[in-house]
Nanobody, 121 residues
């Protein structure tokens, strides 16, 4: 079955950097959009950044210029490079991908388990 597994979260000081990674595994025909979402306590899950299969990207206004999303299609990986981190970036970050796979021939959204990012001095 399809799985998304994130890594790279942790504790960082304000102004610091972190890179999140997410890899997709299982029997996969096509990976369409890949993205990162986050959810802070008491808040709804929100889009951080998304990258299409052709490399076109889109960012939330709050992270534009600080975060960079990229992907390696051959390795089924998506990255989120986060620079100039702020306390308000503290959240659980979730990887998302729209994937065509056996049983999901028109595509379905899959989610990782989430990784905690804490920005604090």
């Amino acid at each position: 079955q399809v799985q998304l597994v994130e890594s790279g979260g942790g504790l960082v000081q304000p102004g610091g950097s972190l890179t999140l990674s997410c890899t997709a595994s299982g029997t996969i025909f096509t990976i369409n959009n890949m993205g990162w979402y986050r959810q802070a306590p008491g808040n709804q899950r929100e889009l951080v950044a998304v990258i299409a299969g052709d490399g076109v990207t889109n960012y939330a206004g709050s992270v534009k210029g600080r975060f960079t999303i990229s992907r390696d299609n051959g390795k089924r990986l998506v990255y989120l490079q986060m620079n100039s981190l702020k306390p308000e970036d503290t959240a659980v970050y979730y990887c998302n991908a729209n994937i065509r796979a056996p049983g999901y021939l028109t595509g379905a959204d899959f989610w990782g388990q989430g990784t905690q990012v804490t920005v604090s001095s």
